[in-house]
């Protein structure tokens, strides 16, 4: 047998229901929400990411799948969503096509990572992104719709998490007192901090390194080195966050993996998927549209690992749909009303199994009892006869005669009692 590649893993029939309802929930919300789907493609040109994620971050330094394609072109499996949905955003000039510049996607990402619980080489995400509004509501109400849709799934015990890593005006000065407060203890750093420390010196706040903890924790913090606007702005998004009633927590080692954040940045953290906890995450990015040869637009949006929130949904949630019925048929005169009966309860909107090989009687009905469906219908001779079917509740054993006409109806009316 030729095993799956590491890092990645089928979604099970047990599991695709979790992943439904997840996928379900999601895309309700965004059309609540007013957002319109684009769906980009899973390859791009290896420069969009080069540019748009961050040339000093781990994704491109370490994880990206990047290869030439036989025209000679680098190519990479799009890590993340974000640089992508701004390509199309610019490409398609959809600010000309849209009433609002409110998009998202769902689907697959790909990095080269260490595999781990919640944590995978190909993923998913829900991408969710606003363009063209710098005004701190908008903020407010992409962190308040994330956190509507953690809560719309049922996940108890979330913690928001937020913070303001500035702008290119105020952030030169928080980066320089970094420098200056690491001063000859980068070298007690690990190496990829060390590496950071030259690159992007707010990546240090990034490092999971046990023993780099201690001199991280007595770094400077960024909400203290922001400019007026900077820290106008980030005032307003605290007032549109409690004036929705959201608690939240500022944490100024939040300043995400990517370049292009710019001030507003927030994480949505679970209690119950140990050290992969971050359910969601995002913030603003009000350069990295015009980065990208599109018109000077401000950005804001969030992702959330589907994956994450499959694990963190409550059990129960999702559950494989149980079959309405089993039609078993006794006897060879009985096989072509069984399979027509059971094509006029699909059609009707109700899950219909039947046996494909002739089996018997006997046979068919030890599948009915395993294939969990509410009920047995049994079509034999006197049922031809009278044209009524015999309806077995598969929960109390209890049968009764129902006849052809009424079936549907009294399928239905079983299936919501």
């Known amino acids: ?70 025209g000679g072109d680098r190519i990479t499996l799009r890590p993340e969503a974000t640089p992508s949905m701004v390509r199309s955003f610019v490409e398609h000039a959809l600010e000309q096509e849209l009433p609002c510049a409110k998009l998202y996607s769902l689907g697959p990402m790909f990095r080269y990572e260490r595999p781990q619980k919640g944590r995978y080489r190909q993923f998913h995400q829900l991408d969710i992104e606003v363009f063209g509004i710098t005004d701190p509501a908008v903020d407010g109400e992409v962190i308040e719709m994330a956190s509507a849709l953690v809560t719309e799934l049922g996940i108890e015990g979330a913690e928001l998490v937020i913070n303001s890593v500035g702008c290119a005006a105020c952030r030169p000065r928080f980066t320089q007192a970094l420098i200056d407060a690491l001063g000859e203890r980068v070298a007690e750093l690990c190496g990829d901090c060390q590496r950071r420390s030259v690159t992007n010196p707010l990546r ?49 080692r939040l300043v995400r993996g990517l370049d292009y954040y710019t001030r507003t940045t927030f994480e949505i953290l679970g209690t119950s998927l140990g050290a992969q906890n971050a359910l969601l995450g995002g ?38 749909d149980v079959a309405d019925a089993f039609v078993v048929a006794l006897g060879d005169p009985s096989w072509s009303a069984a399979r027509i009966l059971a094509r006029d309860l699909r059609r009707a909107g109700l899950t219909t199994l039947i046996d494909y090989e ?13 294939s969990r469906a509410r009920h047995m219908l049994i079509l034999g001779e006197d049922e031809l006869a009278t044209n009524q079917v015999t309806v077995k509740t598969m929960e109390t054993g209890e049968q009764q005669t129902v006849a052809r006409a009424d079936l549907v109806a009294h399928l239905r009316a079983v299936r919501t009692d």
């Not at 924790?217 to 307003?236: K, V």
């Open 204 to 252: 240090i706040f990034d490092c999971k390194v046990p023993a780099d903890q201690p001199i991280i924790d007595q770094l400077p913090h960024s909400e203290n080195f922001l400019c007026d606007a900077c820290r106008g702005h980030f005032a307003e998004v605290r007032r549109h966050l409690e004036a929705y009633g959201l608690a939240y927590r500022v944490s100024h």
């Open 358 to 370: 002739g089996r018997s009687s006997k046979s068919q009905m030890k599948r009915a009892n395993r």
């Open 283 to 320: 913030g603003r990015y009000d350069h990295l549209v015009k980065q990208l040869g599109g018109p000077d637009r401000p950005g804001i949006g969030f992702a959330a690992g589907l994956e994450r929130l499959v694990l963190a949904l409550p059990e129960g949630a999702g559950e494989m």
């Open 1 to 70: 047998m030729i095993p799956s590649i590491r890092g990645t893993r089928d979604i099970l029939p047990a599991e695709v229901g979790r992943w439904q309802r997840v996928e379900g929930v999601a895309r309700d919300l965004c059309a609540r929400y007013g957002y319109a789907e684009v769906r980009t493609p899973v390859i791009e040109r290896e420069e969009l990411f080069a540019k748009g994620t961050g040339e000093s971050t781990d994704i491109v330094q370490k994880e990206m799948y990047a290869f030439t394609d036989k």
